[in-house]
């Protein structure tokens, strides 16, 4: 098979749960277990980041990447979803899988994978795997895809585990409740191994520390340590924080724009400082190289993205709701006419909660991914009616755009997002 057919044959002969939902979903480790025994077991044969977390996990994977890389370790980095191909999931110091080595895994391995008939998600993390441990990657930074103790990448011994915070998100795979969700999400912490939680919660923070008490593991509440407030920007390329720890107090650039960072900015510098402790040495330049590149190194998009002036264009993959409340939040500090929201939702989530959210004010333009778990566009709009949201159905992300770019005025904000894969569909991303 070429590319095309290998990527049509992962795609179509395996469920996906980004485009099918629940029923690509397994709850269940022997898969995984299984097609890593046939790779020979390539998850033992590199050292390797965990990082789990209902938001801020993808932004903080890469930015531990960035700064690995920036230190001179060769850094794999696995995440998920994809925005636009599906190499990106997979990067070594930046750069995406190649096409051929897809295709090679899959023709190597195929007779197996049609008989375990493994998820889409599943083969992803063997393929990453088997890459990362051929290559011989110093270090990987691997991010959970959903949940933590059940996720095809909890089978990794790893240095650190990371969990950025616990929000409503997945709940009818996860649980009802904060502690439930955080349970599952503290699966990831393994016996004597440090776990740095990035954002101390109230109901989930005793979860954490019952856990890495059972197991012996020492566990670190990186903004009970690290203070940080968001300072105000010179630019539109990076963010600038105050940051304050016992000893010293600095300031630091992020190439990630969001003010979201300032809770996963702790967890990253914890993330660091327990690292180094294990005789990883990255030094302080490259934390400060790591952090302000962190896009141009890892190819991150996507996060507070600026796609456009006059009027401003600003797309954003938060879709849940403590994502959405934050976008909403820095939204109201910046300065425009009118604000426009394209906006575009999955059909397997309750989005009551952040349509509740969203300003009456604003004029919208309800589209729909180009895939099956989308909902579409004239469903959104008529439940977003009950909300009092008014706007235009342009099922067509790419067209909405257009007609909000149109229509705006100079002045005007346009906001696109409420789906990751709303936002991947954008083609000047």
Known sequence: MNYQETLDYLFNALPMFQRVGASAFRKDLSNTIA????????????KSVHVAGTNGKGSTSHALAAIFQSAGYKTGLYTSPHLKSFTERIRINGQEITEQ??????????AFLDELKPSFFEMTVGLAFWYFAKE?????????????????????????????????????????SLPQIAGEKAGIIK?????????????T????????????????????????????????????????EEDKNYTIEFGLLGDYQRFNLPGILES???????????????????????????GLKGRWQVLGQNPTVIADTGHNEPGIREILSQLERLSFQQLWMVIGMVQDKDISKILALLPKSAKYVFCQADLPRALSAQLLAEKSKEFGLKGEV?????????????????????FVGGSTFVVAEIQDL
């Open 272 to 298: 660091v400082a327990q690292l180094r402790k294990k005789g990883w040495i990255i030094s302080e330049e490259a934390v400060k190289i790591g952090l302000k590149e962190v896009s141009f190194l890892t």
């Open 136 to 176: 011989e990657v110093d270090i990987a930074i691997v991010e959970v895809g959903m949940g933590g103790r059940l996720d095809s990448t909890n089978v990794i011994v790893p240095e650190l585990s990371v969990i950025t915070n616990i929000g409503w998100d997945h709940m009818q795979f996860l649980g009802d």
């Open 191 to 203: 016996t004597g191994i440090p776990v740095v939680i990035s954002q101390t919660q109230t109901e």
């Open 205 to 244: 923070s005793p979860v954490f520390i019952q856990k890495s008490k059972e197991i012996s593991s020492s566990i670190f509440f990186a903004d009970q340590e690290i203070k940080v407030e968001k300072q105000a920007s010179q630019d539109q390329k990076s963010a600038v924080f105050q940051v304050s």
């Open 101 to 110: 080595a897809v295709v090679d895994f899959v023709e190597v391995n195929k």
């Open 394 to 414: 342009i099922p067509n992300v790419n067209q909405a755009l257009k007609f909000a770019r149109k229509n705006a005025s100079s002045n005007d904000l346009i």
């Open 35 to 46: 097609l890593c025994a046939h790779l020979e077991n390539p998850e033992l044969k590199f």
